[in-house]
């Protein structure tokens, strides 16, 4: 499975009149949006040409309330809450939209959910006003009870599905800053480490006006759990650690070129551990050739045979140019004539007057796979992954799993999106990009099923030191496991 997204420039719309201020139509433009996107998605979503329910139905009832709620539009924040949430409606982040809204202002605290509850991850120490301490746990924003708070103010604007309980750490992290939706609330009540409560009015400050933009991503990504670089490191004398962030050939592409030589000369004991914290994707190549050094492509090619998927692409014109562009794209070097075969059954499918495109090599075994697979020589691998692990990341997850006695721990994924091969729509305001998956696979894994770890951990998947001291116990005291036999 592969993640991308066709990178055009964005067309942007310059309004002037004659020194004087331009006056927009928010309720034009919001109409004409939203009936672009809806064209979009009936003629392009390879989910919708399919049938699927997960894209079918939010289209029908989504529509509904963001056509009636577009004549209401009066402001940029009315439509930015609108095409947001109409989007987001489809639970699904390969459908997703570019609205450019960075953190426009922040409060100085980063909420994270843990076992139920609502605790700050980063407090601010130089905020001008007071703050709750770390490990601090919020009760009620505005008056309501904060997970009420948060499915009110931000879930809606979330484009991961709301019955996994990592989008509702995406929904938290998301709170404390705003970005042009208007949900920052104005006060909240925690209750402090001590076991007394009190409430905080919160004051934001402005980014880029009061605070580098710079700043506040690094601070974002310290509560962020995410894989170490892309490369090979030694955490104990048979365990092999391996760094894999992303599947971006742009990012990483030399780093994993180098990596490969070095697993292929691994000794053909212990352990490796693939860390796959973060990793949203990319193309899964990078990974299924990880497979390859340490076992040999053949050995590869039948895993990849044994996860059971079939391919199918949308027939038209867009996801041509699409396939065109992956094989002119230097960073998509190792998959150039994969692209070339799926371009040549979309063209014929487009011939025959047909919608979708099987690209894979027939339908047999669609949705099922075979039992796991014994590995014929070298290390036992072991993979950790946590609820941003999605996409190509969980495609390369499933390989890991048909080799029979391989070990996943961490966290819960968010629930698997069956699709790929993003391609980018510009909408008619100029205002924003649609991001549409061209590419459908079906699996055994089912729509927006969570993967689950063999053995979970509870503690904090962003601390890596401690990260690293439990998964090395764990795996010394798992040396035999039954070997797995399910599809």
Request: glycine share 10%.
């Amino acid at each position: 499975m592969s993640c991308f997204a066709w990178f055009v420039p964005l067309l942007f719309v310059l309004h002037t009149l004659a020194g004087a201020a331009p006056v927009t139509d928010w309720t034009q433009v919001a109409r004409e949006d939203i009936r672009f996107a809806e064209e979009t998605i009936r003629t392009r979503h390879a989910g919708y040409i399919a049938g699927r329910l997960s894209v079918t139905e939010p289209l029908e009832t989504g529509l509904r309330s963001a056509l009636t709620d577009a004549g209401k539009v009066r402001s940029e924040q009315d439509y930015l809450r609108l095409m947001t949430r109409f989007i987001g409606g489809f639970g699904d982040p390969h459908t997703d939209i570019d609205l450019q809204l960075p953190p426009r202002a922040w409060t100085g605290i980063v909420l994270d959910r843990r076992d139920g509850n609502y605790r700050v991850a980063w407090s601010e120490p130089s905020w001008p006003t007071p703050l709750p301490p770390n490990g601090a746990q919020a009760l009620t924003c505005d008056d309501v009870w904060i997970g009420t708070y948060l499915h009110t103010k931000v879930h809606p604007y979330n484009s991961e599905s709301e019955e996994y309980p990592g989008s509702w750490n995406v929904a938290a992290q998301r709170l404390m800053f705003e970005i042009g939706l208007g949900w920052i609330p104005k006060q909240c009540v925690f209750a402090l480490p001590d076991g007394s409560r009190k409430s905080y009015i919160l004051t934001p400050r402005l980014v880029p006006d009061q605070l580098s933009p710079e700043y506040v991503k690094a601070v974002r990504m310290r509560v962020r759990p995410h894989a170490r670089p892309v490369g090979l490191a030694q955490v104990a004398p048979d365990m092999q650690w391996v760094g894999m962030p992303d599947f971006d050939g742009a990012a990483s592409g030399t780093a994993y070129e180098a990596l490969y030589p070095k697993l292929g000369a691994l000794p053909r004991s212990g352990w490796v551990i693939f860390d796959l914290r973060g990793n949203g994707g990319g193309n899964s190549t990078w990974g299924s050739r990880a497979l390859g050094a340490l076992y040999g492509n053949d050995f590869m090619v039948r895993i990849g045979k044994a996860t059971g998927y079939v391919k199918y692409m949308t027939a038209n014109q867009p996801t041509a140019d699409l396939l065109r562009y992956f094989m002119t794209s230097p960073v998509h070097a190792a998959s150039h004539a994969s692209f070339d075969k799926n371009l040549g059954k979309v063209e014929a499918a487009m011939r025959a007057g047909q919608k979708m495109a099987l690209v894979s090599d027939d339908e047999t075994g669609a949705g099922t796979g075979t039992p796991a697979l014994v590995r014929p020589h070298g290390p036992r691998l072991a993979a950790v992954i946590d609820r941003a692990c999605f996409s190509s990341c969980q495609n390369f997850l499933m390989q890991l799993r048909k080799v029979d006695d391989t070990l996943v721990l961490g966290e819960a994924s968010t629930g698997f999106s069956p699709f790929g091969e993003i391609n980018r729509f510009d909408l008619p305001s100029g205002r924003g990009t649609l991001y549409i998956p061209s590419a459908l696979y079906l699996t055994s894994q089912g729509t927006r099923e969570p993967f689950i770890p063999d053995i979970s951990y509870d503690g904090n998947m962003a601390d890596d030191a401690e990260l690293e001291k439990w998964v090395v116990r764990t795996l010394r005291g798992r040396q035999s496991i039954t070997p797995r036999q399910a599809p």
